[in-house]
């Protein structure tokens, strides 16, 4: 027991296990951004064209997908803490494994790939989005048990942590290929950082996972709806809305800037940047709104300010010029304000939800909401091809508001 009473089963200070799990968040944004960094360079070396490009990427969240309910087993079979130190070492060993097959397929001289290599590279990819569930449901599942002897919302800012280092990788992303390091050595390199990681922060990972009284005799099982109750399909919900918003901003917010405001090729990702921008500031300090307004002020206020910004966007091409750009700038930083702190508010309301295990829990939200993110984005795409894409974000801020109407249902079971 701590010194008020609370049965802990922390063997140490609780700041070194939200730090230790912080870091492996950290570890895990810097691998995914080091893959995506790198794409441009493996579309070079393999002279793939946009769709053979698009083929190969879906090995990644076809993996991802495909990886969920082995990774809700292992999570229950094993424990969070053995999933996620597995997991750490394996993710950025893959990705090296990812750099090494055309390091090591490049004929003597330069020429062309052989064939073999990309299908490869492909099985090699798939397996990297297989490793990247593992590692995201464990340190989440890490990071809702130290949440819980918190006692207080800090989901947030682990989240943020993933955020920060996107963006740190990006510039190590952009520095290795500006000098020519190809990604084997690059990936090398992330490696090692993970090594270090495992190597000062395995200590600081919780032994048990956090399950309500009625969850733990409950066995391992690869279905991970198994036990949900509607306030999980809830927070799954409201996880779909946010990472499907978020979803359109990666893939069509340069499109809409371009074709709908006919900004310049060097403004057209200014949507995409201010929207990450805004997104990564905000999750530090979505933690604090939590703990002092309560999770439903905070869900409510996403949706708000998830659809303003899209309805910012749709309004901005009227105005033209300048006003235009930024109009639509500044909605995009509303959407990345947004859809920022949703997720995390979903994971954290795991931890205070009695009858699940936190771990499977967790899986069935996460899963809900990639589909969002993966499914939406086309479905965008299709519906902008029948009705044009201002209207597609018309609906699109709709489900914004929907998210907000929901979050009443967040309040008698998310009380931090």
Known sequence: MDMSGKTTQLEAPRVRYRIAIGVFFFLQGFTF????????????????????????????????????????????????????????????????????????????????????????????LFFLGVIANLHNLSVNTQAVGVEKEYGRSIMATFHGLWSLAGFASGLVGSFMASHSIVPFFHYAGVLGFGLLVLLCCHKYTLKQDLASETAKDDKPTFNIFKGMDTFVFLLGFLAFGSMLCE????????????????????????????????????????????????????????????????LAMVLAPSLGGAWALGVATAGSALVGLGVSSVVPVCYGAVSRHKGVVAGRAINAVSTIGFFGFVMGPPIIGHLAQWMGLRWVLVLVALLGLSMLLSAGRLREKTRV
């Open 33 to 124: 951004a080091s893959w995506a960094a790198r794409i441009p360079d493996f579309k070079e070396v393999f002279d793939l064209n946009e769709g053979q490009l698009g083929t190969l990427l879906l090995a990644f969240p076809l993996g991802q997908l495909l990886g969920v309910p082995l990774a809700g087993y292992l999570v229950e079979r094993f424990s969070s803490r053995r999933t996620l130190l597995s997991a750490a070492f394996l993710y950025p060993f893959t990705l090296t494994c990812l750099g090494l097959i055309p390091y090591l397929a490049m004929p003597a001289g330069g020429g062309t790939m052989p064939s073999w290599a990309l299908w490869v590279f492909g099985i090699v």
């Open 247 to 310: 979803g359109t901003m990666y893939d069509w917010s340069a499109i809409y800037f371009d074709q709908e405001l006919g900004v310049d090729k060097e403004y057209i990702r200014f949507g995409y940047t201010a929207c990450m921008l805004a997104m990564a500031a905000y999750r530090f300090l979505a933690d604090g709104i939590v703990n002092r307004f309560g999770p439903v002020v905070i869900m409510r206020l996403s949706g708000l300010l998830t659809a303003a910004g899209f």
